[in-house]
């Protein structure tokens, strides 16, 4: 895959990638006198339909922030209710994504989930495999940080002596990927929070003030729309830039 630092990928009016942190679940419930954990169910949902539009759009890959490494230290009762929520849409859910010839992916540490969750990805990332419609991709238990260490010990462990971006890319967690052209992040905050900390470096930025679980169609729509307006130039200069059909 190209990477952004060296050549100008291959970009077009419809993001190929889009990265998303899926951020308010709580504010929102909170805002309708509910426990934050409704917000997540109602969550789950946005993205099920997010993920319909994307594939309908004509984006090839959507990666999701459902889980940060961070969020271990939520309490107990929140942390336990969304691993049964993750569970569950592992197990009614990717039957409906296979049959619409969707690829589900996971990201993220997954060793200190329970094997039924470990289970469930595995089962899930084997039936979907062969597809080729969007690529979704979940990324739970994970940290930027945690991709790029992970990625630079595994590359070491098979006899790298020295790192470089050729060596380090198979190693990392979207390593197959091209990187993402829009990241959007719902809920008000300006901040990455610890996601996709290599793969964003030329991407894209959209911060919204709708909650997650408003997030519509309609709002996805404006993101894709304010992406369509940047003029992205990798460092180079506007008259150094290939026009749309240079690049086709
Ligand atoms: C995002 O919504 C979902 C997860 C982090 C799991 P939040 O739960 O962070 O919702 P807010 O930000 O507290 O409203
Ligand atoms: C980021 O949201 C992680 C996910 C959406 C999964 P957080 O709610 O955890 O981020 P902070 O704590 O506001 O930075
Ligand atoms: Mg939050």
């Not at 805002?31 to 789950?44: E, I, S, T």
């Not at 990241?183 to 930025?205: D, M, V």
């Amino acid at each position: 895959m190209t990477s952004s630092t060296q050549t100008i990928p291959k970009h077009n009016e419809v993001p190929r990638h889009l990265a998303v942190i899926m951020d308010g679940n709580g504010r929102w419930a909170k805002k309708r006198m509910m426990p934050r954990v409704f917000g997540h169910k109602k969550g789950l949902e946005t993205l099920e339909r997010l993920t319909i539009a994307c594939a309908r759009m004509g984006v090839e890959y959507l990666t999701v922030f459902a889980f940060s490494t961070e969020n271990w230290r939520r309490p107990a009762d929140e942390v336990g209710f969304l691993m049964n929520l993750f569970l569950q849409s592992l197990q009614r859910h990717v039957q409906r994504l296979h049959e619409n010839g969707l690829r589900l992916k996971v990201i993220g540490e997954r060793t200190r989930f329970s094997p039924p969750i470990i289970n469930g990805i595995e089962a899930a990332e084997r039936l979907t495999a062969a597809n080729t419609g969007l690529t979704l991709t979940i990324a739970a238990d994970y940290g930027g940080r945690w991709d790029i260490l992970q990625a630079a010990n595994q590359a070491l462990s098979q006899g790298a002596s020295r790192l470089d971006e050729e060596t380090l890319r198979p190693y990392l967690s979207l390593g197959d990927a091209p990187e993402p052209d829009l990241f959007i992040r719902t809920g008000g905050e300006t901040r990455i929070s610890n996601f996709l900390l290599w793969q964003l470096a030329y991407t894209e930025l959209y911060f919204t003030d709708t909650l997650w679980p408003d997030f519509d169609d309609k709002a996805l729509a404006l993101a894709v729309q304010s992406y369509r307006q940047r003029e992205r130039r990798f460092g180079r200069t506007t008259e150094q830039l290939p026009t749309a059909q240079q690049r086709d």
